[in-house]
């Protein structure tokens, strides 16, 4: 079982940045690809940012392309999502997720954080 921490939300006026930190409760985090989800009121949750266990490859929403980075340190089992530009529609509850290397779906999350931006 891996335990996953979120934190960094917070109020934002449109514009300014934030960054969410999640930290992994395992001693493999190394073979987990991390991602981050969020989920707006009156939505489904989607897809926002992934990264391989390596942090060779990243994978963006088109909403956020430019404006987030998604990065991971694997000495302090954490992952990092820098969110830049912010608008009021980034306003959601961010979700950490993890994918270990074996499996195809998404194994384990965080239990979230709120980003709200204001306009």
């Known amino acids: 079982q891996v335990q996953l921490v979120e934190s960094g939300g917070g109020l934002v006026q449109a514009g300014g940045s934030l960054r969410l930190s999640c930290v992994a409760s395992t001693r493999t985090f190394s073979s987990y690809a991390m991602g981050w989800f969020r989920q707006a009121p009156g939505k489904e949750r989607e897809f926002v940012v992934a990264?391989?266990?390596?942090?060779?490859?990243?994978r963006y929403a088109d909403s956020v392309k430019g404006r987030f980075t998604i990065s991971r340190d694997n000495a302090k089992n954490t992952v990092y999502l820098q969110m830049n530009s912010l608008k009021p529609e980034d306003t959601a509850v961010y979700y950490c997720?993890?994918?270990?290397?074996?499996?195809?779906?998404?194994?384990?999350w965080g239990q979230g954080t709120q980003v709200t931006v204001s306009s």
């Open positions: 990264i391989s266990w390596s942090g060779g490859s990243t």
């Open positions: 997720a993890a994918a270990h290397v074996s499996d195809s779906g998404w194994d384990y």
